[in-house]
């Protein structure tokens, strides 16, 4: 799914358009930004979709792979659980 600066923007508008005082300090903010702003604004949203176990590239619901792990030194194996995303990780696998 892509998304347009545009859709940011009407996002803001039907979130707050009960508070008009609060849409336009997010508009604000948003015209202002520097771009360390820029760059904390996109930290934060990495975080979020990380929080929420989505894939920072396309958004889709990330998947966990449960596997073991042979170590030669202590000669057993390790459990481990990796976190992978069903459509861009299997995506790059099949080409």
Not at 38 to 62: E, I, N, P, S, T
Not at 76 to 83: C, R
Not at 84 to 90: A, F, G, K, L
Request: with cysteine.
């Amino acid at each position: 799914m892509e998304i347009s600066n545009m859709d940011i923007i009407d996002g803001l508008h039907l979130a707050y358009e009960d508070d008009p005082a609060l849409e336009a300090a997010c508009l604000v903010f948003l015209a202002n930004m520097t771009p360390n702003e820029q760059a904390r604004l996109a930290w934060d949203a990495g975080k979020a979709l990380d929080d929420a176990c989505r894939c920072r590239k396309c958004g889709q619901v990330m998947s966990w792979h449960h596997g073991k792990e042979w170590h030669d030194e202590v000669q057993d194996y390790e459990s481990y659980v990796e976190a992978y995303c069903p459509h861009c990780d299997i995506a790059e696998e099949d080409m």
